[in-house]
């Protein structure tokens, strides 16, 4: 390349700035100037930093960044970058249908194109609801241009008649006072607005405070970012000084594989016990993982976090919702405990430029209801069981949320303490679910395990949070609000159930949950992390054999795509074939 007048000749220049090709050059150029770029600035051996922004209309979860816009592009310009924003395909928890899960890998594949096929020297990925923070956090890996995460922040907290309402926990609460016919329709809608009072995601620990959290853990965001409240004039603060340490990290040729270490991913998982993060952090984690070339397996999640103490009491674990948890001091406070008791990686490279333990060095909690110590935590041993037997080669379960009731009722049988045997009672998604549950016929009791299937990344498509089932009204009225639940689609991070999902492999691609039926015994063994069918081996193998994958299918292109060429939730759901592309940015696309 030749270079005669830069100190560093940038990527964007070999748009904007190619003598050695003036046609494209002067299209390049002549384009973007018209939008009040200027020649001088666009050829002015500036970097230019991309804004990814998530928010629209159609992401209320994201929204805030359109108004955070103007802090990061003034970050930007004084840290001597040139801002441009480009939209993200929208991805909206609460609006996309059938799941918000099928679009993460579009919203991937798109952030990936623009990133290889644009003039773009580093990015600023705003993250927020749930899948958005690991789309962009996998195409910035794929990629491998420098790239900082600014999450938009949790709402403020909800109330209702003096109570905490958080994001999702009050909804599971207001099926249930449904079921129980102690509100209406009306009364529940009320309850479910006030969970939701300002801009911002999810204000309990769900997917999205978690894998904003994990974004920190990963140390792809600046220090205290991810739990600082939308609203709050600290976001804006972030939002500026997060655009200009991008500028920085260019300069300095800091690049998500710097970061994206194997250490990094274990200090992720650790942090995410400690949280009583989501079940949705391990598919996620594993695809951000896989796309930036690091081994992690799902086992891995049992292996380094099952030990991990409840250090943080925000529902659905606990009690607290977002403003607490940052008043406490946030992410760097629970990782600052955690690094006092030995358990982080130190060495790992953040997106400021420092060693983790050099940025953690001074914090700790501030509030020790909300935040505990490491040696005096909330629960021992809080992490995810990876569990596997003959339905499925591997299933997670959250421990964190496993109550003392749920515990009592259904592990606690003398002699066998974790171990719980049970008849399947078996639904082929949740429109079958919803038929059926009050079904007398089905007998559901105390002693049943619900299992749902054909709920998977290729089944459903996408995979369904629809593993938290309710049980019957009946069984409702009488204080019983958790049964186990079993399934190959996921969960909401928000919800308190302890649910055994993500079976992976999934049963419409014959996974072991495709031959349960109802009636059948089951076996949960929480001690070898195992679940079983107790079907004896002919039965079991005549069933395979006589086993008819169900019909599949698509209302879109997308989703035929995505189902070729997505893989199962324990290896992240990713498209398979794009794991093969790793840190393309350095190869330029041709001009
Ligand atoms: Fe968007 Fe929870 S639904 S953050
Ligand atoms: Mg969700």
Redesign the pocket.
């Known amino acids: 390349m030749s270079d005669t007048r830069a100190k560093k000749r940038f990527r964007s220049q070999e748009w904007f700035d190619n003598p050695n090709n003036p046609g494209m050059t002067a299209l390049y150029l002549e384009r973007y100037q018209n939008q009040s770029f200027t020649q001088g600035e666009l050829q002015a051996e500036k970097p230019i930093i991309g804004i990814a922004n998530t928010g629209s209309d159609l992401a209320?979860?994201?929204k805030i960044h359109v108004f955070l816009m103007d802090r990061i592009k003034a970050g930007i310009r004084d840290g001597g970058g040139i801002p441009m924003e480009f939209p993200v395909h929208p991805i909206?928890?609460?609006g996309k249908r059938p799941t918000a899960a099928l679009d993460r890998n579009l919203a991937y594949l798109s952030l990936v194109e623009v990133l290889h096929g644009y003039p773009i020297d580093g990015v600023v990925l705003t993250t927020?609801?749930?899948k958005t923070t690991p789309a962009q956090l996998m195409g910035a890996a794929t990629v491998d241009i420098p790239a900082i995460a600014l999450n938009g922040g949790p709402m403020l907290d909800g109330w209702y008649k003096g109570k905490r309402a958080g994001?999702?926990t009050t909804i599971w609460e207001g099926r249930r006072l449904m079921a129980r016919g102690e509100i209406g329709y009306g009364e529940f809608m009320d309850l479910a607005c006030a969970s939701s009072p300002s801009l911002g995601?999810?204000n309990t620990m769900?997917?999205?405070s978690t894998m904003n959290a994990m974004a920190e853990a990963l140390g792809m965001t600046l220090p205290g970012s991810s739990a600082i409240p939308a609203p709050f004039r600290e976001r804006m603060a972030m939002a500026y000084e997060t655009g200009k340490r991008c500028v920085q990290m260019v300069l300095d040729d800091l690049k998500p594989s710097n970061i994206l270490t194997r250490e990094a991913f274990e200090n992720a998982i650790v942090v995410n016990a400690a949280i009583g993060g989501s079940t949705n952090a391990p598919p996620h984690l594993q695809a951000i993982a896989r796309h930036a070339g690091v081994e992690l397996d799902v086992t891995d999640w049992e292996k380094i976090g099952f030990d991990v103490p409840l250090m943080v009491n925000m529902q659905p674990a606990g009690e607290y919702l977002g403003e607490s948890f940052y008043r406490a001091g946030g992410v760097p406070a629970v990782m600052g405990e955690l690094r006092k008791a030995g358990r982080l990686h130190e060495g790992v490279m953040t997106a400021s430029g420092q060693r983790l333990g050099d940025v953690l060095a001074s914090w700790e909690s501030l509030d020790r209801d909300v935040i505990t110590t490491y040696d005096a935590p909330l629960r021992d041993k809080a992490g995810f069981k990876v569990l596997s037997g003959n339905l499925f080669d591997s299933a997670l379960m959250k421990t964190s949320v496993i109550s003392a009731d749920f515990r009592k009722r259904f592990l606690s049988k003398p002699g066998e303490e974790g171990v719980f045997e049970a008849r399947a009672i078996v639904f082929e998604g949740p429109e079958d679910y919803h038929d059926r549950i009050n079904d007398p016929d089905l007998a559901i009791d105390e002693n049943c395990i619900l299992f749902i299937r054909n709920v998977g990344c290729v089944g459903y498509p996408g995979s369904a949070e629809v593993v938290n089932m309710q049980p019957p009204d009946a069984l409702v009225k009488a204080g019983i609000n958790h049964l186990p639940t079993v399934g190959d689609g996921r969960q909401s991070g928000?919800s308190e159930s302890p649910s055994i999902l993500n079976a992976s492999p999934e049963a419409v691609v014959g996974g072991g949950l495709a031959y349960l039926q109802t009636g059948d015994r089951v076996r949960l063994d929480l001690n070898a992390s195992t679940l079983n069918a107790l079907v004896d081996e002919a039965e079991w193998e005549a069933r395979k054999a006589a086993w008819e994958a169900p019909e599949i299918v698509n209302q879109t292109p997308w989703q035929e795509i995505y189902r070729r060429h997505v893989g199962q939730l324990a290896d992240g759901g990713c498209l398979e074939l794009a794991t093969a592309y790793q840190r393309i940015a350095r190869d330029l696309p041709r001009d």
């Open positions: 209320p979860c994201n909206q928890e609460t927020g609801c749930d994001s999702g995601h999810c769900g997917t999205a928000t």
